[in-house]
RNA sequence: GCCGAAGUGGCGGAACUGGCAGACGCGCACGACUCAAAAUCGUGUUCCCUUGCGGGAAUGAGGGUUCAAUUCCCUCCUUCGGCACCA
């Protein structure tokens, strides 16, 4: 093994000590202990004490610098080292390409961070470092996201400050982001409740009030020019506007103005439900309503209608749907995306009513023959004005239960479906059907026109509500899956019924005489023929699925529509007096039980039952009906998103103020140059017993006066976080602008961020705001890109040792940092992180697996630091040489594609490897050229993954400046190529023998070789090969 | 229910574009060192049969394509994540 000199590189005594610095300080679970006292077993102080084993400081401590690996003896000095001399402070835009390498913004917590957090931040800094390496201009920064509900709550609870808790919140990130040596530059930290981060998040909403999303151009425009065209020509192609024109404009009061242009705004504000609690009296955010309950109070929540602020996101559904496809990110997140957008095609189409036309979305106007009721939502205006006065009664109270419900309760009864008739009736379009009109809650006010036309045969919401409430159903698209049903009630069929279906090969099942048939598609036809023969003159047969009739002895009868239903009943009732209280086929139909799968079917199949359309192919369906409903003025192509606008009102204290003020005139934004509106230092921000923010209780705050002379009422609303984050990336390019939220240049060469790393938590929340904010300050010309984030990866989740659970403070399990650093030390720490499996996999914590990434960790330290070990006296061998130069290069080719494609766990593999290839070499006649060059290779790969180690022995090397300043190695192919290859030999695919050759062997001498082969003879026993595969470089695989 | 991801030794996990399954590490066993233990170093370690040589089976289950399948296709099972009446 390699000599364990006991001399001290000379410079050493030159370089910061132990105790200098913050070393101590900042690793508070180190005990200082003397020598003794650390070999002392001491699991009874920590019952669920890391396993002791591999432990560092187990080893005996000395004063004397050693050359043994002890890594607490100089991370921390290093450290602060680094930061001293400004190693990883960003530089200005220069020749040199840039990386923006951005970790999620954090919220920090009291609980600090555990090993689970670090499995992002260990990566990005690897990448960073790397990046560096490369000769890259590398932005790598972190900041707060301070506002929010849990710091709010937590410093509520503390009777404290939040502003006071994120201090000390953060400052505790900071110093274990410093324990783990992250390259973060901290010249660059932001803190997004401050007034000069939070005034540009007002001054970005201002721009989100002052502009609107123009549907021609498809991009946001400032609204001054939307006054100017309303002044000069009206509302006229601006699709979707209210009907305005320039006189009627030009007539209107400064107030209504306002309420106009209010529809427009990509700001607004507009009444909304929110969770209201009635014991705390007050507004609740989702996430603190559990089961219907207040989270505090326990009371049953409430909906209420608010006046609530909007950012208008829907307008760029289509954008955010189609750029996701110009973005390198994970497929499933740009799924989640995609599915929340939720666009879907269909039409828009008009029942004639007694009060008028109702109008309803459907995304399968193909099956308008097939509209047998419509629903409703209990909110929808038309409501009061169709309900008959018998029905009135009924309704409105459904009406008022429905209200009452919160959003958690309906959906909960997602599967009991509740409706009341309103009495009134709707007029089919396409063949003048009446039909009856419903109110239900499985219909939502807030999706598409609020009203449904149900086709129960082909929507499974729309069958089970017929099911429920004995609504007709009526099957229009024909089945695609073929299934055809009859059922033969005993003493309904003659003799010899069940043997001709024998005979014929028709499967049935018998139970008390009755006979249940699922007909083969094959034999429909003749299944027909043979219920006719067999049927009895006293009864009948009938036929679902694919084909729709019934068997009299006398003939059949289509079931194909009103008329031939008529006929159907009449003669049933003749033969059956039961029939006499059915009054739709389909009843009778849905009676039996056996037909339930029959009946419904949401495929899309040819039309059948459908007057003139019948036969319509299933492929064109839906865009013929649709662009018949077109020329005839019965309907409109539509599209809908299931996106709804992004509300940002909280009625808190401890979030960014919104810069509005109301006066009699209506809403004035704050000018520009008086933002800062700030949040008020007060005693209490409790939420109030009126349920309105707490700044509405501070006359201060809330009473303006603004320049002209106009009193007014400040709005007291605060902005929920989300917006907070949906800028900050923009902040990090020029974190310190007092004149702008950023400058366009610096915005312009940092961004759009190459790698954002963070939690699959955030799929359709932070990374769907961000997205629109950008593109919206894309429009009105503030940055020049429209994605913010060009690649995204997000990193496992690091569950408790158990492999079950998730890390959590409640269940006890967390592990932190601080603990296995002042263990094992932080290098140890992140190789593990990195190791521990593939980036994007959830994956246990295992303590133990530390001690691999330390021992290696260690190995390394020794190879390097006793560089004048090899050779040995004698020759060297050229060979050798030969083999550890290409494992040099293999290693740097394999490291480097691994760190770029975020493979860290094969990385640090790979140098595994290739560690114990220089320690093997070490005891072997190698040129001390070639081990040098190892070594040199490895000390440098090193350095992004283990940073502190790689210093310090770059330091204890004499070598000059920092290992951090240095470039990464370079790779020389030729030097990586095998000159051998083992050739695989199989017989008939499995393998029976290796023999290592030439790595350019041709395909005709491989076979040759191959069929030589003493083994490969043994096993063909004398009989010719049929065929000999040969992979070039591969194997062989002699085929009998 | 729908959408997405994943199932490989005792454990975490490797395996390029279909070409030697189990790299690397943990753990375990044996050996060296030690009075002893820890640490360290060395050897071995998928399972079954075999003293050995060697052979057979195996990547959630079943089937298919192929000279060859962890990899491609079909059916099913399990786990995790997301959505949840969006017409």
């Known amino acids: 093994m ?9 410079k050493t005594s030159a370089r910061a000590t132990p105790s200098r610095g913050t070393a101590k300080r900042t690793t508070p679970a180190k005990p200082s202990a003397p020598a003794a006292r650390a070999r002392k077993p001491r699991a009874s102080a920590r019952p669920k004490a890391a396993p002791r084993r591999a432990t560092p400081r187990a080893a005996k401590a000395s004063k004397a610098r050693s050359t043994e690996y002890r890594p607490q003896e100089f991370e921390a000095a290093w450290m602060a080292t680094w930061e ?19 970790d999620f913004f954090p919220y920090p917590s009291g609980d600090g961070l555990s090993v689970g957090h670090c499995r992002n931040y260990v990566p990005t800094d690897v990448l960073s470092r790397y990046h560096r390496m490369r000769g890259y201009n590398v932005l790598h920064p972190m900041g707060w996201d301070a506002f929010g509900l849990p710091a709010e709550n937590a410093a509520i609870k503390l009777k404290t400050n939040p502003a006071k808790l994120i201090e000390r919140f953060s400052a505790n990130y900071k110093r274990q982001f410093r324990l783990l040596g992250i390259s973060f530059d901290w010249d660059r930290e932001i803190n997004s409740s401050k007034p000069e981060y939070y005034r540009w998040t007002q001054w970005i909403f201002l721009q989100l009030y002052q502009a609107w999303f123009d549907p021609r151009t498809k991009r946001a425009r400032p609204i001054a020019e939307l006054e100017a065209e309303l002044a000069r020509r009206g509302s006229g192609d601006i699709s979707g506007a209210k009907p305005m024109t320039a006189e009627a404009w030009t007539r209107m009061t400064l107030a209504q103005q306002r309420e106009y242009l209010s529809t427009f705004r990509l700001a607004y504000r507009a009444p909304a439900e929110v969770n209201w609690d009635p014991v705390d009296k007050t507004v609740l955010a989702n996430e603190e309503v559990v089961d219907g309950r207040g989270w505090r109070s326990g009371a049953l929540v409430e909906r209420k209608r608010l006046m609530q602020w909007f950012f208008r996101i829907t307008a760029y559904a289509d954008r955010l749907l189609a750029d996701l496809d110009t973005i390198d990110w994970p497929e499933h997140i740009k799924t989640m995306q995609r599915n929340w957008i939720g666009r879907s095609e269909g039409a828009e189409v008009d029942f004639a009513t007694q009060a008028g036309p109702l109008r309803v979305f459907t995304t399968r106007p193909d099956t308008l023959w097939g509209a047998t009721f419509m629903v409703l939502a209990p909110e929808h205006a038309a409501v009061a004005r169709l309900t008959t006065p018998e029905q009135r009664a009924q309704v409105e109270a459904y009406a008022a239960s429905a ?23 709707a007029v089919d379009p396409v063949d003048g059907r009446r039909i009856p009109v419903w109110v239900a809650d499985y219909v939502l006010s807030g999706y598409g026109t609020g009203a449904i036309m149900a086709v129960p045969g082909h929507d499974e919401r729309d069958f089970a509500f017929a099911l429920k409430y004995g609504l007709p159903i009526l099957p229009v698209i024909d089945r695609t899956d073929g299934l055809t049903k009859s059922f033969a009630l005993g003493g309904t069929m003659k003799e010899g019924f069940a043997e001709a279906l024998r005979r014929e090969a028709i499967p049935f099942e018998e139970r008390q005489g009755s006979l249940y048939i699922t007909i083969p598609p094959a034999k429909v036809e003749r299944y027909i023929e043979i219920a006719a023969q067999h049927v009895r003159p006293d009864s009948w047969n009938e036929v679902v699925g694919t084909r ?3 068997i009299f002895a006398d003939g059949l009868q289509r079931w194909d529509g009103m008329e031939s239903e008529q006929r159907i009943l009449a003669r049933c009732q003749a033969l059956e007096p039961d029939v006499r209280g059915k009054r739709t086929v389909m009843e009778m139909l849905h009676s039996v039980e056996f037909y339930r799968d029959a009946l419904f079917h949401a495929e899309y199949g040819d039309m059948i039952h459908s007057g003139e359309f019948s036969g319509t192919p299933g492929e064109v369906a839906v865009a013929r009906v649709t662009q018949w409903l077109e020329r005839e003025g019965k309907g409109t192509r539509r599209v809908n998103y299931k996106l709804r606008d992004w509300g940002i009102s909280r009625q808190r204290y401890w979030g960014t103020p919104i810069p509005v003020v109301h006066t009699e005139q209506g809403e004035v934004p704050v000018r520009e140059e008086e933002l800062p509106v700030r949040l008020p230092d007060v005693d209490s921000y409790e939420p109030t017993a009126t349920g309105e923010s707490p700044l509405a209780t501070i006359p201060k705050f809330v009473n303006v006066t603004l320049p002209d002379g106009t009193r007014g009422r400040r709005e007291t609303d605060t ?6 984050s949906s800028w900050y990336f923009l902040r990090f390019a020029d974190p310190h602008n007092k004149e702008a939220a950023f400058d366009k240049e610096q915005a312009a060469y940092w961004l759009p961020v190459d790698m954002y790393v963070g939690g699959a938590e955030h799929a359709v929340m932070h990374l769907l705001y961000a997205r629109f904010w950008t593109k919206v300050l894309h429009d009105l010309g503030f940055v020049p890109f429209v994605e913010p984030f060009k690649r995204l990866r997000n990193q496992g989740m690091i569950l408790a040792p158990d492999g079950k659970e998730k890390m959590s403070k409640s269940k006890g399990n967390v592990i932190t940092p601080d603990e296995v650093i002042a263990e094992y030390g932080a290098d140890a720490l992140r190789a593990y992180e990195m190791f521990i499996s593939e980036f994007e996999q959830t994956t246990p914590w295992n303590t133990n697996g530390l001690a691999g990434t330390y021992r290696w960790l260690r190995r390394a330290w020794e190879l390097l630091l006793a560089r004048a070990t090899p050779p040995p006296a004698g020759e060297t061998t050229p060979a050798l040489d030969r083999d550890l130069a290409r494992i040099t290069h293999k290693t740097l080719r394999k490291v480097s594609g691994d760190i770029e494609g975020f493979r860290f766990n094969t990385a640090i593999s790979a140098l595994m490897e290739f560690t114990n290839a220089i320690g093997e070499a070490a005891g072997r006649p190698v040129s001390a050229e070639v081990y040098h060059q190892a070594l040199d290779a490895l000390l440098l790969m090193l350095a992004p993954i283990a940073p502190f180690l790689a210093e310090e022995v770059w330091h204890r090397l004499a070598r000059k400046g920092s290992v951090h300043q240095q470039r990464w190695p370079a790779f020389d ?11 695989v030999l199989q017989v008939n695919g499995k393998v029976r023998d290796r023999l290592v050759v030439p790595a350019d062997i041709s395909e005709v001498q491989a076979r040759e070789m191959a069929l030589a082969s003493e083994s490969i003879k043994r096993w063909l026993e004398g009989r010719v090969p049929r065929q000999v595969v040969v992979v070039k470089g591969r194997l062989v695989n002699v085929v009998v």
Do not use: Q
């Open 2 to 10: 390699a000599t364990k000199k006991k001399t001290v590189s000379k």
């Open 84 to 102: 001293a001399s400004h190693l990883y402070k960003t530089t200005p835009a220069d020749e040199r390409p840039k990386a923006y390498i951005l």
């Open 403 to 425: 209200r009452r419900m919160s959003e958690a309760d309906r959906t909960a009864a997602e599967k009991d479906k509740t409706g009341v008739s309103t009495g009134a009736y």
């Open 548 to 550: 729709w009739l019934f």
């Open 719 to 724: 902005m929920g976080t989300f917006a907070c």
């Open 973 to 983: 192919a030729a030097l990586a190529v095998d000159e051998t290859v083992t050739l």
